[in-house]
């Protein structure tokens, strides 16, 4: 199992700088760069502005001198300096990584709690009225615009009763846990609404297919009460492919949502990478692909470790 | 309404529950405050979050928009349209001895011009605004690797001498009619500046506008910032060190929420208080809210200096030709597509100029609909009607044209498909191309890559159009692909005109000059008119004094203006 994960660690290494590279090649293929883009703004930038601000970001080199320039500076640990953001790329990520983690993090374990649950609940009566009510629930959360049900739930429950701040992540001039909380609900419901469907469909069907394994029989017959059958037979089953997608899902933790922090006003990584991108900002956009590249590999590689445990015919080699 | 105000949320929890609980028991709590009722402070709604606060670098709608409480340029245009002192005394004039013209070595003329700063101005840490401010941002401002965006006036400034601690006079060495305007040279407080100064590469990194922005002395306006939450929100409280007249409001909160719809429902629930109208709601999207919640808001339709026009190739063999041009215009019925989808708000351009400018003319060549007349130039012009409809010259070419714009504006796409109808109708055929805003302004319209490209230029008022229309201003190659003159105007009397309208001191003959741009413009129709852009401010019905100004220069200057009345 340890040398499984040193080559995986290897494995993953490569993988990010391959993926630093393209990642870098793909934003300088896109078309203008920072300069341009701030000449949009101001008409009166002259040729010779454009020039001398060319030089002074960087961005009259070739693509690939600016690349080992910024590979040389991140081996040492300075990942550089955010044009969009006005500030050291460290600065600029950690509050928004931190937002996201709270934001995603949350919804994320509301969704696989109720996904547990209903998928649970479905799978022991398939076919039921329970189980159709389950179906159309979950079709219903992994149809709906995300964008939309974002609207709505502000309409209804800012706009409309006025319970909850539509936007945001706290009352300016206040940082109390309650008035962080009370900002938070909205976009936590939206995440976990969209995603929940989802959930509950990969489980009901792990868990549908453990329910009518043989040994599930044997404690049946054996007399194990229909708790013990669910969380300590079926459910270990069942979460072997669950455990795979909940692994692919971990990089939305630090990837963030870019549909609902938009609809929110949630400065969150999926904003701060759109923006990065769209914005020519290199060394924010690097940075914060590359911490989702890591953190997405990262979570596949525990969870291959996750299947020895839950599975104990799984062997490494 | 009474019952939904009672649970409005108010900021915290406690006092969440503290409404809730009662008004669930007891029906008399229904008479319970309303949120805002003391109305010391604002929470204004934008679209934009602004990517530094530092006025030199990065020129950005949005920093624009908030430092317009906090900081204080010498000089701006206001809401007439005018040049107004706001750091300075007296607005320098030759008349009144403060401008004097100079000959220079080169036998050109400059002129040397004398201001003094205020006498209260004072930064939010009580040191005051001095020339030593001055020399610092001229310092800075020339500096070659300082990274400020639009360095043209730093250039023309060939020197400073200080009189005493307010009075400085710059040497400047052209003369041109606005030489009063130093609207960008924003002082930067050198007491604070010069250490994130000490390597001018690094400044842009440096700045304490970016690393300490709640410095309060960073600011010298009314308001000083107090909070940054990037790209959520900024909080302003009142500068206890300004001396004019004080704001009303105790505290100013800038939220930013990109999503027009989002922004929308933020007005609605009261989290917000307002949508600026600089960086607000489209008009259309503006129009729909005033049908839907208009009673219980101020609307203010503030026609703009944005100019939404098409220009055209003129290297492109079909629109090289003026009639081709002519028919376009005169085939578009540009009343009706401000009517039917503006609601008349966004007034019908004649040329670049607003008819609230000081140079516009009334003279100016106005096309109306008139699709006979279309037909009649484009057959003179060579491009006859085919079977469908369509027209095809000589040679057989169909005369089809691609029209651009940016993918995913509602309003232009909108637009777009009125014009593709209604040209339709003339024998002309339009193939719809949309670009994303970076490919179309990053490649596509400064590589020249277009047939029709419809965006929007931004101007000053009497702004000389010499980056959009001057010959040498054509983007390629030899500039870096940096003119404005996307349309390939070539004109020698259009330069000669831009020249001298320039160096023209006199009103009255730079009015002449002014006519002539337009009638010329006009006539050759380089890029097609459509239509002035109107900002809508969205404002609750308490807020009084909010001036829109139609130029680029924001409400936010005036912000000590703004009061809440019961």
């Not at chain 1, 550089?80 to 919804?107: C, E, I, K, T």
């Not at chain 1, 996904?115 to 159309?136: E, K, M």
């Not at chain 2, 503006?286 to 339709?301: P, S, T, Y």
Request: with cysteine; hydrophobic share 45%.
């Amino acid at each position: 199992m340890i040398r499984f994960t040193a080559i995986r660690l290897v494995e993953i290494a490569a993988v990010v700088v391959l993926m630093s590279f393209v990642i870098y090649a793909l934003i300088g293929l896109m078309p203008g760069d920072p300069i341009d883009l701030m000449r949009q703004a101001d008409p009166r930038m002259s040729a010779a502005d454009v020039a001398r601000l060319k030089a002074v970001y960087g961005v009259d080199q070739p693509l690939f001198a600016r690349y080992l320039a910024w590979a040389g500076q991140a081996l040492s640990g300075d990942l550089g300096y955010s044009r969009l953001f006005a500030a050291p790329v460290w600065s600029a990520l950690l509050p928004r990584l931190a937002n996201s983690l709270l934001l995603m993090g949350s919804s994320f374990v509301l969704a696989l709690a109720l996904a547990l649950g209903l998928g649970t609940a479905a799978a022991r009566r398939p076919h039921s009225r329970f189980d159709a009510a389950i179906n159309l629930f979950s079709f219903a959360g992994v149809s709906m615009p995300t964008f939309w049900l974002a609207l709505m739930l502000i309409l209804i429950f800012a706009a409309g009763l006025g319970w909850l701040p539509a936007s945001g992540i706290a009352t300016a001039g206040m940082s109390n846990l309650g008035d962080r909380l009370a900002h938070l609900v909205l976009p936590v419901a939206t995440l976990t609404l969209a995603s929940v469907g989802g959930y509950t469909r990969y489980v009901r069907a792990a868990m549908k297919e453990a329910l009518a394994q043989d040994h599930i029989r044997t404690a049946r017959a054996k007399g194990a009460s229909e708790a013990r059958i669910i969380l300590h037979h079926a459910l270990r089953s069942a979460m072997i492919p669950v455990t795979t997608i909940l692994a692919l899902s971990f990089g939305g933790l630090v990837s963030g949502a870019l549909v609902t922090e938009t609809m929110f006003a949630y400065p969150g990584m999926g904003k701060l990478i759109f923006d990065a991108v769209m914005g020519n900002d290199y060394n924010l956009a690097l940075a914060a692909l590359l911490l989702a590249t890591v953190t997405t590999l990262l979570a596949n590689l525990a969870a291959d470790l996750a299947y020895g445990w839950l599975d104990p015919r799984v062997t490494y080699r | 309404m009474r019952l939904i105000n009672v649970f409005r949320y108010t900021g915290t929890w406690r006092g969440w529950w503290r409404r809730w609980l009662p008004a669930l028991t007891v029906a008399g709590l229904l008479s319970a405050p309303a949120m805002g009722e003391e109305r010391e402070s604002l929470t204004i709604g934008i679209t934009q979050f602004p990517s530094t606060l530092n006025p030199n670098i990065d020129a950005m709608a949005a920093k624009s928009y908030v430092l317009g409480m906090a900081l204080r340029p010498f000089t701006v245009y206001d809401a007439d349209w005018r040049l107004v002192c706001l750091l300075c005394v007296t607005l320098p004039s030759i008349e009144n001895g403060l401008a004097v013209p100079v000959d220079l070595a080169d036998g050109k003329k400059g002129i040397d011009i004398t201001y003094t700063i205020r006498p209260e101005a004072t930064w939010g840490d009580g040191v005051p605004v001095t020339t030593a401010d001055v020399l610092f941002t001229y310092e800075v401002g020339r500096h070659p690797e300082s990274a400020i965006g639009n360095a043209e006036l730093y250039r023309r400034i060939t020197g400073i001498d200080v009189k005493d601690d307010k009075t400085f006079t710059l040497h400047v060495d052209k003369l041109t009619f606005d030489y009063a305007a130093i609207n960008d040279f924003v002082l930067l407080p050198a007491h604070i500046e010069r250490a994130a100064f000490k390597e001018p590469a690094q400044y842009r990194v440096r700045t304490r506008y970016n690393a300490d922005p709640t410095n309060p002395g960073l600011y010298n306006g009314p308001y000083r910032v107090s909070e940054v939450v990037a790209g959520s929100h900024i909080l302003f409280e009142p500068n206890p060190h300004w001396a004019g007249p004080p704001g009303h409001f105790k505290r100013i909160t800038v939220r930013a929420i990109e999503n027009t719809a989002a922004l929308e429902a933020n007005l609605l629930s009261g989290t917000i208080d307002m949508v600026a109208g600089e960086l607000g709601l489209s008009l259309d999207e503006a129009l729909a809210f005033e049908k839907r919640h208009g009673e219980g808001f101020q609307m203010i339709f503030k026609p703009g200096l944005v100019f939404e026009h098409i220009d055209l190739n003129l290297e492109r063999p079909a629109l090289a030709d003026r009639r081709v041009r002519q028919a376009l215009i005169m085939g578009l019925d540009r009343e009706a597509i401000s009517t039917s989808l503006f609601a008349g708000r966004q007034k019908v351009a004649d040329s670049f100029v607003n008819p609230l400018d000081a140079g516009y003319s009334a003279g100016t060549p106005r096309y109306h609909y008139d699709p006979a007349r279309a037909a009649a130039l484009l057959d003179e012009a060579g491009w006859r009607a085919q079977g469908g409809g369509l027209r095809r010259n000589a040679q057989g070419d169909t005369l089809l044209l691609e029209l651009m714009t940016t993918a995913g504006n509602r309003t232009r796409e909108l637009v777009e498909q009125v014009l593709q109808s209604q040209w339709r109708k003339i024998g002309v055929d339009i193939r719809i191309k949309n670009e994303p805003a970076r490919v179309l302004f990053g490649e596509t319209v400064p590589h020249r890559q277009f047939d029709m490209a419809m965006y929007a230029w931004i101007s000053a008022p009497e702004d000389v159009p010499r980056s959009t229309l001057y010959s040498s201003e054509i983007p390629d190659a030899s500039n870096g692909f940096a003119g404005q003159n996307a349309s390939g105007f070539k004109s020698p009397e259009m330069d000669r005109l831009i020249d001298a309208l320039e160096i023209e001191l006199d009103p009255m003959k730079r009015k002449t000059l002014w006519a002539a741009v337009q009638k010329l413009y006009a006539t050759e129709l380089p890029s097609l008119p459509l239509y002035f852009r109107s900002d809508t401010f969205i404002l609750p019905k308490w807020l009084k004094g909010v001036g829109p100004t139609g130029n680029q220069y924001p409400s936010t200057l005036w912000i000590t203006d703004w009061t809440a009345q019961p």
